[in-house]
């Protein structure tokens, strides 16, 4: 991703492994301080998928399957490890299907290193086919809206639901992008619009709640990202995208969701049975460390809700953009494992 620094542009991805260590991007002081953590052991990358230093379903993944490539070098059990990584977060399938690509990789003798490089690269050209295959829903002069992060941060590089805002800005198409702020962690405020600056995309950043009244006559398209995708089509993102989903129901938005195969979880039939991560309440009544709410009240906060199939009008992956009735096809597309 290009990265707009003091001293000039460079290129990151958000998660990678060098000299034996594995280095992210973090994603919990942004867009104030731009700062690389390093992690030796593969309980720190649980530690920072946990505490979100690392975050974004598919950048969750590249970061559990280099976990394992430590773990691996530092003479750590497996399996061991590979319980430790899937206990940090719930939701995101790109965890559980990383850290099992990675078990049978080792299983069979990979060089563990040289294959969670090749499970990032992957990820990363599976984003650009997104972006590609989306871009031509993107009509020169459109209006798209987003929520939360599903951009380079979010998926190591590219991006899922901002691959193909990208590819249309880089075919030379006038966008402008609706970023939902994204309560209670503000994943769009800080980081969504953080990557649209350093790309120069046009761009505001609006309150959750003013979602319906923007859509109702500014908004032509809206894409996000996923989580994790049942068999029927149903799908957990973050919190706030079912309701955006309705609305562009009601108004006749198109709605599409931008994922890669590592998001999709066949084993499961539908939403309901999408695990929901519940966080804290802190996130929910404190602002940058200080209480905001009154004492005493208590608050809920769940960090994904579940999008009804019937909501979605494609599915942009890397094979092409398919109905929810399709979505089966992308069962024999799996990385190589
Ligand atoms: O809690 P987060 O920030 O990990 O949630 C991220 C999202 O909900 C993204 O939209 C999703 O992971 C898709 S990222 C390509």
Known sequence: MRVVLKDGVAEFRAVWFEGEKVRMIDQRIL????????????????????????????????????????????????????????????TANDLFYAVDHMLKSIASGCDPVNEANRYADDIVQRCTMIGENGASLIDDGCSVMTHCNAGALATVDVGTALAPIRMAWYAGKKVFVFVSETR????????????????????????????????????????????????????????????????????????YVAAPVSSFDFSIDSGDKIPIENRSEGEVTDMEGRRIAPMGSS???????????????????????????????????????
């Open 31 to 90: 867009p104030q301080r731009f700062e690389i953590v390093e992690v030796g052991h593969c309980k720190d990358v649980a530690n920072a998928i946990k505490d979100m230093t690392i975050r974004g379903a598919p950048s969750i993944g590249a970061a559990a399957a280099y976990g394992m490539a430590l773990a691996t070098l530092s003479k750590m059990d497996a399996n061991e490890a590979a319980t430790i990584l899937k206990a940090a977060r719930p």
């Open 184 to 255: 209670p962690r503000l994943q769009g405020m800080r980081l969504t619009a953080w990557e649209l600056v350093n790309e120069g995309i046009p761009h505001a950043i609006i309150t959750d709640g003013a979602s319906g009244h923007f859509m109702k006559k500014d908004v032509d398209i809206i894409i996000v990202g996923a989580d994790r995708i049942a068999s029927n089509g149903d799908f957990a993102n973050k919190i706030g995208t079912y309701e955006k989903a309705v609305v562009a129901r009601e108004l006749g938005i198109p709605f």
């Open 299 to 337: 608050a809920l906060n769940p960090a994904f809700d579940v999008t009804p199939s019937k909501y979605v009008r494609g599915f942009i992956t890397e094979t092409g953009v398919l109905s929810p009735s399709n979505i089966i096809k992308m069962r024999g597309d799996r990385p190589a494992d």
